[in-house]
């Protein structure tokens, strides 16, 4: 999480990131169907949070529907642009899908927007 998301927990219920980090515990134990039911209630109660949608587009990923991974990383980073773990992402979609000028171009979006994160470096 970086800090424009960090600062982002602030302004949401505590509902909305208790249900974020339900998701997150569903996703890591594969329990897609809970992870996608916490995440979409909580994009209900909070559809401008960006941080859901780039969660629910990491389930999308995990079941192999990439297309809607991509459309849901696309909401995440039109909502908050300068967020260089949604172009990560987002690269990692675009390479999945065979679209690796698109992956590339997102992973220099990332570096240029944390130019000191060897995580984005070495990519």
Known sequence: MDSSEK???GIYSDEVIRLKDE????LDSRNYQFAFKAVNEAIKLSSGYSVLYNLRALIYMDIFD???ALNDF???I???PNSPAFYQNRSTCYF???RFGEALA???SAVELAPRDPFYLMR
């Not at 998701?23 to 569903?26: F, G, I, N």
């Open 23 to 26: 998701a997150e515990r569903h």
């Open 78 to 80: 039109k909502m908050a």
């Open 74 to 76: 696309n909401q995440a």
């Open 96 to 98: 999945l899908l065979n």
């Open 66 to 68: 990439y297309e809607r």
């Open 106 to 108: 997102d992973l220099d």
């Open 7 to 9: 600062a982002d927990l």
